[in-house]
């Protein structure tokens, strides 16, 4: 694997960073925080203005039509910036799954839009009480004619309350389907829910929605191999983005450590806290690795059934533990509102837990493992 930047994979990290330095500092990060709408304008106008929107999709649908790498070098600098953004669920998860299995009208109607940002699309997938696979899915999806109603509740739906369409997962008489609701269609209704991460996230129940069978996403039952074929490629980008919370944890606590005087020297000077120090850099760097091989190797049409898992498992532990170091070393002053440790540290333990969480990641790995 060619570890050097081309050039035009380091303009697009450069246009992102700098972009996120202007348009996203951390006072954005907290106004956002359990917002209910929760899209910043400003910097959503930004990141579809400069492609970032539409990075991932195909150009005859007005996006840059880049690959995952492409995507993990952005996705560190979202991380980085804890830029509070609809990206991944519509962008890139939404996205994903109308490419692979959108009618022509599906894809016509909403990845133009997805790629300029002038429509966000969000998806409804986990279920109170349930697990985070295949057989998750209870939300009934009965077939009456040309029309399916939807019966059953979700949770943990990012973005809902500013979503144009959602993409829910169902069960039907073929097995599980993926649907387009309209958010404002009759019988939906949503609750907010307060999380640690605190980004906006919705309770939905779906009380006999009403939705067209046209709305369906793919043939009848394969609704699950297609979600299942967009988180993989998706949780890659998320490992990315968590290599790029911890690095700016962890380069902030550098700074901390070198100034803050105790017993007459720095805190880095203390062997104890530059060896916490020493130990996160190298988690964050094989991280990256690890991000970067997942990537190119889905780049390249290879399996990525072991990789993706991997980066993600391997990525939210090093967010984790390098933020929980880095509050060590912070002292005090980490627990406090007034400083931004504890953003690093409730968002990495909230990515940890989203988007497939530890054992389901375990569960992935190993199965592959013991084939
Ligand atoms: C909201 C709040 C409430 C508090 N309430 C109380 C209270 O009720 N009573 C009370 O007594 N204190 C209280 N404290 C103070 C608290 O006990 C201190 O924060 C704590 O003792 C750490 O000191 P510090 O934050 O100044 O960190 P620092 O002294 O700057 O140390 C930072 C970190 O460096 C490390 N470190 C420091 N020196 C060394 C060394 N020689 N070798 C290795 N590692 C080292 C430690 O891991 C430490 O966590 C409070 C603090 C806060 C923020």
């Known amino acids: 694997m060619d570890l050097e930047l081309a050039e035009e994979q380091q303009m697009v990290i450069d246009m992102a960073k700098a972009m996120l330095e202007e348009h996203c500092p951390t006072q954005l990060v907290r106004d956002m925080e359990d917002d209910a709408h929760g899209v910043p304008a400003e910097l959503w106008s930004q990141m579809s203005d400069l492609g970032l929107n539409g990075l991932l999709i195909p150009e005859e649908y007005g996006g840059g039509g880049l690959g995952l790498l492409e995507g993990a070098f952005v996705y560190e600098e979202l991380g980085r910036a804890m830029a509070p953004v609809p990206h991944f669920v519509s962008c890139v998860l939404s996205a994903k799954v109308l490419l692979a299995a959108g009618s022509d009208a599906q894809k016509e109607a909403w990845l133009g839009k997805i790629a300029d940002g002038s429509a966000i699309l969000t998806p409804a997938w986990l279920e109170p009480e349930r697990g985070q696979g295949e057989k998750g899915i209870a939300l009934e999806a009965k077939s009456e004619g040309a029309t399916f109603k939807l019966t059953g509740r979700k949770r943990s739906v990012p973005y809902a309350s500013a979503a144009d369409q959602l993409v829910v997962l169902a069960r039907t008489d073929a097995g599980v389907d993926l649907f387009l609701v309209d958010p404002n269609a009759s019988g939906v209704t949503m609750k907010q829910l307060l999380s640690q991460g605190r980004e906006p996230q919705y309770q939905i129940d779906f009380d006999g929605v009403a939705v067209s ?5 793919g043939e009848a039952g394969t609704g ?18 968590a290599i790029g919370g911890a690095d700016r944890c962890l380069v902030e606590t ?3 450590a070198n ?7 720095p805190l880095g000077a203390f062997q104890a806290l530059a060896h916490y120090m020493a130990d996160a850099s190298t988690r964050i760097d094989g991280g990256r690795v690890l991000v970067h091989e997942a990537a190119w190797n889905a780049d390249q049409g290879r399996t990525i059934a072991r990789f993706a898992p991997m980066a993600k498992l391997f990525c939210c532990e090093a967010y984790r533990e390098t933020t929980r170091v880095c509050a060590q070393i912070w002292g005090g002053v980490a ?5 931004d440790q504890q953003m690093f540290f409730r968002r990495a333990k909230a990515l940890q837990l989203s988007w497939w969480d530890t054992p389901y990641l375990e569960e992935l790995i190993a199965s592959d493992v013991l084939d």
């Open 224 to 241: 699950w191999a297609t979600w299942n074929a967009a988180m993989h490629e998706g949780i890659i980008l998320l490992a990315a983005q």
């Open 254 to 256: 550098v700074d901390y």
């Open 335 to 339: 627990f406090t509102i007034e400083y």
């Open 259 to 265: 100034q803050r005087i105790q017993f007459d020297k």
């Open 213 to 217: 069978a046209e709305n369906r996403i």
